[in-house]
């Protein structure tokens, strides 16, 4: 079983910045790719960015230019840096991961979310 744990998420101004982390624990056997994804009131889950384990990223359309995803392999961490934040990216953040906690094992995992709330 492999667990995702996000942090810091909080409240902050529009324009200013938030840097999230999630980190993997539990019994990991390999971890491809990672990723964090949003969730505001009433909407559906939306894709934010997403990191492959050789570093090959891919970025939703509305936050190209703003947020930047990385990882450390070593660490199993996976990190969010939000710049320039709107009112529009108040959401629920969650950490994904395609992890394999066997060499037989492949599943797909969810952290808890962690909020962010963007105020004007």
């Known amino acids: 079983q492999v667990h995702l744990v996000e942090s810091g998420g909080c409240l902050v101004q529009a324009g200013g910045s938030l840097r999230l982390s999630c980190a993997a624990s539990?019994?990991?056997?390999?971890?491809?790719?990672m990723g964090w994804y949003r969730q505001a009131p009433g909407n559906q889950r939306e894709l934010v960015a997403t990191?492959?384990?050789?570093?090959?990223?891919n970025y939703a359309d509305f936050v190209k230019g703003r947020f930047t995803i990385s990882r450390d392999n070593a660490k199993n961490t996976v990190i969010l840096q939000m710049n320039s934040l709107k009112p529009e990216d108040t959401a629920v953040y969650y950490c994904?991961?395609?992890?394999?906690?066997?060499?037989?094992?492949?599943?797909?995992?969810w952290g808890q979310g962690t909020q962010v709330t963007v105020y004007s």
């Open positions: 994904n991961a395609d992890a394999r906690a066997t060499v037989e094992s492949r599943d797909n995992y």
């Open positions: 990191i492959s384990k050789r570093f090959s990223t």
């Open positions: 539990g019994s990991i056997f390999d971890i491809t790719a």
